[in-house]
């Protein structure tokens, strides 16, 4: 009986994991086709909140390859794992702030028609990536992780439209800088989540039994 039940466990398990991955992997690709259409309008339409937005989806991309990679992986392996997504976040936070003070001393009026369209374009994709992550957000840390980085996407699409009507509106670049600003300190934030997630996944990962010995 015991042996029909581990094998049934071993099922749902694996069929658990098979989903996780075909998640992650459409995920991930429209990040990566999201990723292009932003870097394009970001530079065609001079807005530091679409460039925010692009290394953002560049970051996510790599955060889903590498949830992708570590699905069935230790609980170690993952939290190692979610500090390098906490790390990806930061950088890209930091690139975030330098480009907002590059922009603060070369000024230009974004094009807010071009902005408007990548931003709602991306929002739509964004909210796609949700919608799929959204029922796996619990399962593990890693799963947790990619989740974060997912919300943050819908944050960063919103803030990117009402930057686009903030320039249409003011006829001016400070919307999309105040945005950028706003964007900043979000990625700091969920840098700081992801670190303190992975820290006690580290922790934890202390105290895990390995599979060999549990069997025993």
Not at 49 to 58: A, E, F, V
Not at 100 to 107: D, E, G, L, M, V
């Amino acid at each position: 009986m015991s042996d029909c039940c581990n094998c049934g466990t071993t099922v749902e398990l694996a069929a658990m994991q098979a989903r996780q991955r075909r998640v992650l992997l459409i995920v991930m690709l429209i990040n990566i086709a999201s990723c292009a259409m932003m870097f394009t309008a970001a530079y065609l339409s001079h807005s530091s909140s679409l460039l925010s937005g692009t290394l953002d989806n560049l970051g996510d991309a790599l955060t889903y390859l590498l949830s992708l990679l570590v699905i069935g992986a230790s609980l170690k392996a993952k939290a190692w794992v979610a500090l390098f997504k906490g790390v990806l976040i930061l950088c890209a936070a930091l690139a975030v702030g330098a480009q907002i003070i590059w922009r603060f001393n070369n000024p230009a009026v974004p094009l807010f028609e071009t902005m408007g369209v990548a931003a709602l374009l991306n929002l739509s994709l964004n909210g796609v990536c949700l919608w799929l992550l959204t029922p796996l957000k619990d399962s593990d840390i890693n799963l947790a992780s990619a989740w974060e980085c997912s919300r943050n996407d819908i944050f960063e699409g919103l803030a990117v439209v009402v930057a686009a009507v903030g320039v249409w509106v003011f006829k001016g670049s400070w919307p999309d800088l105040l945005v950028a600003s706003v964007l900043l300190v979000l990625f700091l934030r969920s840098a700081w989540r992801v670190l303190g997630m992975a820290w006690r996944g580290l922790r934890s990962s202390e105290n895990e039994v390995p599979a060999s010995t549990s069997s025993k």
